[in-house]
């Protein structure tokens, strides 16, 4: 079933403790939240020689009154505001007055925004109302109320706003806001928490008492949902440092992950890694530093075996040039030969090479001698040339 009925949200005179759960506003500022169009906040102020704006925070919650607060409900009041604006006073106007009565307003909601389940409205008071100015500054003033015409939806006996249609945002003595509300910012500062600054309720909970874990978690989980609170302000007000909730998770991870840090500090001291140096960098060039002056010592070892296994200049020389079928065997077999071998293992991979007999008998082609007679004579012009063989019988 649904209906509309007009009314303003404000706690029906029941005395009730609340807590305070704020959720961090610094990012939420005066700027952050833009003036609905046609808004010229300068000309607000004019003439006003002790301007305040404000931003309150109204997250999805249930009233006090029981009554389930929708983001769409939410949704519709930023809407109103960011298109026509709305009138805020100091508490609500009578119903039957709506009609006919006029009263100054001491508060302009300029500006709205929703971020999530949470809607920001961004009001300049009024240069008349001079006394709310130092009520909100002395934090004596610091919660609004509704009022309007909700859509209301009942549901397995709840009640549920799926809509609003608002006709003004108001002022509220303390603890009297039906809502969830709190001022997060007053000319652009953040208030702090702890006292410093604006409080919200924690809804028939009485401060905590007589509650179970199993209902603080739900709580907190609800509250982390919409935003309410979050994981740093829950760690900072228990006084908790990353790394012990990192540890209480996970010990092995948090072990693991000190140990790497550990090795990646003494490795930038060893590598003299400071400043904007990339470690990453460093390392790699000192790798290729290592890896030229390791080939360069291999090298040295074979080119001294070279010289006392190969006793023919003619294979040093052609050892070394791949163009050449030994050259070319040499180059294949050289890969196996790494920095890190030692001295006999090196000589070891020589001698497996120079004992094949592919190599063998390709070192043995340079000692064979051409065969004489065969090729140049030596150029002797005295040879006889033109004469013929004649065979006769003996």
Known sequence: MTYS?????????????????GNIAGEMRIEDVPTAPGVDVNELKKGDDDPLEVVVEIPASKSKRGWNY????????????NTQTLNGFLGHQKAEDVSNQFL???????????????????????ASAKDLKRWIRSKRIRQVSIFGIPKLQRVAGETNVIGYDPMSIDWTPLDRAGMNTRIVAMSGEMWDLEGEGPEGELENYEGGAGMKPEDVLNALKEMLGNKQITFSMI??????????????????????LTESVDKLQ?????????????VVTVANEAAKALEKQGN??????????????????????DISNV???IGKLWSYHSNSITADMTKDQ??????????????????NSYHIDNPAGLGNTGGNTNTPQGLKTKRTAL
């Open 323 to 325: 163009e050449t079928p």
């Open 296 to 317: 360069a010592g291999v090298e040295k070892i074979i080119g001294e075996m070279m010289e006392t296994k190969i006793k023919t200049e003619n294979v040093r020389k």
């Open 266 to 278: 003494k490795v930038e001291e060893a590598l003299g890694v400071s400043g904007e140096m990339d």
């Open 235 to 256: 760690a900072g007000e228990m006084g908790l440092k990353p790394e012990q909730i990192a540890s209480d998770i996970d010990a092995e991870w948090v072990k693991n």
């Open 104 to 126: 100054p307003p001491v508060t302009h909601w300029v500006g709205a925004k929703m971020v999530g389940e949470i809607a920001y409205f961004r009001g300049v008071v009024d």
């Open 5 to 21: 009925m007009l009314c303003g949200e404000m706690a029906q005179g029941k005395n009730e403790f609340f807590q305070l759960f």
């Open 346 to 363: 090196i000589e070891g991979e020589m001698d497996s090479f120079f004992n094949d007999g592919v190599v063998k008998n390709i070192i």
């Open 70 to 81: 929708t983001a769409n409900s939410l949704k519709n009041i930023v809407e109103a505001v």
